[in-house]
């Protein structure tokens, strides 16, 4: 199981698509001894692996003293970071202090493109030299890329740099519009595209000797069934499941990019959220409505319950907006109930499909 840490609001960048909304620490940041009780719960509730992320976790000046306590713990430390403060003298001591992994932004190959993401000049070269001295010190290190429509035809060169570079992974991230990404929704991809860009991704795994998983886009799984690829991968969406994040003040979410309160652990245990919280509870139902609820693939996918929140006006349980499965099983579905109302006798009242509202939605041109 996995959990993410916000470790700080803080951030020397100002993303265009951050959904926790970075830039200055947030009022009532969880302190040292608070952080550290925190992560014994998420120990003794089962967890294995505890994501150090932000904001930007490496301006929490006590960062080394919290990965050592998890490393302590028996969980294993790894960061989602942009990489531009990965010193030579900082990538050792991360790697003396326990942490087993550094997951560096890289957005595109084009330098100018990544630092007008992240508005923050230099943050491209930053970020490879950050790679370079997690290399030097022998701390692995993985290549995060968040996936537009700009950048979906460069994914396969940016893992052919991460395999150059010595990167152990390469994870793709699909924009989910929350916090400020909500600003750049139209720059998501639409149904066909998701599938396409999720399907590529899938098959140049086939060619390259590192990981390639794509994030928020559950239909890896299924894609991967359908092209013989195996995967050490048997879920889609894991939020509330084996997987859930804590803000900087302590409130734990399902996910990164849904953002609703299981519970706060300055009020709670953390392993008592994770056991008792009505929301987690009710993502592992997986009662989800519309074509997830129905879908052949329910238990390996599960669609993005986050991308279900936002397209449906906060319902987390129903369908996948963006899968083309579902919409291509639709489209058969009601192609059938017209032929059988062609057939019908006269008189016959037939039997006429069900509006489907946010069917549009699954196309970025019509998303409202």
Same mark, same amino acid.
């Given at each position: 199981?996995?959990?993410?840490?916000?470790?700080?609001? $803080?951030?020397?960048?100002?993303?265009?698509?951050?959904?926790?909304?970075?830039?200055?620490?947030?009022?009532?940041?969880?302190?040292?001894?608070?952080?550290?009780?925190?992560?014994?719960?998420?120990?003794?509730?089962?967890?294995?692996?505890?994501?150090?992320?932000?904001?930007?976790?490496?301006?929490? %000046?006590?960062?080394?003293?919290?990965?050592?306590?998890?490393?302590?713990?028996?969980?294993?430390?790894?960061?989602?970071?942009?990489?531009?403060?990965?010193? /030579?003298?900082?990538?050792?001591?991360?790697?003396?202090?326990?942490?087993?992994?550094?997951?560096?932004?890289?957005?595109?190959?084009?330098?100018?493109?990544?630092?007008?993401?992240?508005?923050? %000049?230099?943050?491209?070269?930053?970020? @490879?030299?950050?790679?370079?001295?997690?290399?030097?010190?022998?701390?692995?290190?993985?290549? +995060?890329?968040?996936?537009?429509?700009?950048?979906? #035809?460069?994914?396969?060169?940016?893992?052919?740099?991460?395999?150059?570079?010595? $990167?152990?992974? +390469? +994870?793709?991230?699909?924009? @989910? %519009?929350?916090?400020?990404?909500?600003?750049?929704? #139209?720059?998501?991809?639409?149904?066909?595209?998701?599938?396409?860009?999720?399907?590529?991704?899938?098959?140049?795994?086939?060619?390259?000797?590192?990981?390639?998983?794509?994030?928020?886009? /559950?239909?890896?799984?299924?894609?991967?069934?359908?092209?013989?690829?195996?995967?050490?991968?048997?879920?889609?969406?894991?939020?509330?499941?084996?997987?859930?994040? @804590?803000?900087?003040?302590?409130?734990?979410?399902?996910?990164?990019?849904?953002?609703?309160?299981?519970?706060?652990?300055?009020?709670? /245990?953390?392993?008592?959220?994770?056991?008792?919280?009505?929301?987690?509870?009710?993502?592992?139902?997986?009662?989800?409505?519309?074509?997830?609820?129905?879908?052949?693939?329910?238990?390996?996918?599960?669609?993005?319950?986050?991308?279900?929140? @936002?397209?449906?006006?906060?319902?987390?349980?129903?369908?996948? /907006?963006?899968?083309?499965?579902?919409?291509?099983?639709?489209?058969?579905?009601? $192609?059938?109930?017209?032929?059988?109302?062609?057939?019908?006798? $006269?008189?016959?009242?037939?039997?006429?499909?069900?509006?489907?509202?946010?069917?549009?939605?699954?196309?970025?041109?019509?998303?409202?």
């Amino acid at each position: 199981m996995i959990v993410s840490w916000n470790s700080t609001n $803080a951030c020397n960048m100002f993303c265009d698509h951050c959904y926790r909304e970075s830039g200055t620490a947030a009022q009532g940041e969880l302190n040292t001894a608070e952080a550290k009780a925190m992560i014994d719960e998420i120990a003794k509730a089962g967890f294995m692996i505890m994501i150090f992320s932000g904001g930007e976790p490496l301006l929490r %000046p006590d960062i080394l003293e919290l990965v050592a306590h998890a490393t302590a713990r028996g969980l294993r430390a790894v960061f989602g970071t942009n990489g531009t403060l990965i010193t /030579p003298e900082l990538a050792a001591k991360l790697k003396a202090a326990g942490a087993r992994g550094m997951g560096i932004s890289l957005d595109s190959l084009d330098a100018a493109r990544h630092d007008s993401l992240r508005k923050y %000049p230099g943050a491209w070269e930053g970020a @490879v030299r950050g790679m370079e001295n997690c290399r030097a010190a022998g701390l692995p290190f993985q290549i +995060h890329t968040t996936v537009f429509d700009w950048n979906k #035809d460069e994914l396969a060169a940016i893992t052919d740099f991460a395999v150059e570079h010595g $990167a152990a992974a +390469h +994870h793709f991230f699909f924009l @989910v %519009p929350t916090g400020r990404g909500a600003n750049i929704r #139209d720059q998501s991809l639409d149904a066909q595209e998701y599938e396409d860009t999720i399907r590529r991704i899938m098959e140049k795994q086939k060619t390259v000797p590192i990981e390639l998983k794509p994030t928020c886009a /559950p239909q890896f799984t299924r894609i991967a069934r359908e092209i013989g690829l195996d995967t050490r991968f048997t879920r889609g969406c894991l939020a509330g499941t084996t997987y859930c994040i @804590v803000s900087p003040k302590g409130i734990v979410q399902p996910c990164a990019y849904l953002n609703r309160s299981a519970g706060n652990v300055r009020e709670t /245990p953390f392993s008592e959220i994770w056991r008792d919280s009505p929301i987690l509870k009710e993502l592992r139902t997986m009662k989800y409505r519309g074509g997830c609820g129905t879908c052949r693939y329910i238990k390996v996918c599960g669609g993005c319950r986050a991308r279900a929140a @936002v397209y449906h006006d906060g319902d987390y349980m129903h369908e996948e /907006p963006w899968c083309l499965y579902r919409i291509q099983r639709e489209k058969a579905g009601q $192609a059938a109930i017209k032929e059988e109302e062609i057939a019908a006798p $006269a008189g016959h009242p037939g039997t006429h499909p069900g509006g489907h509202p946010h069917a549009a939605r699954a196309d970025k041109k019509t998303a409202d």
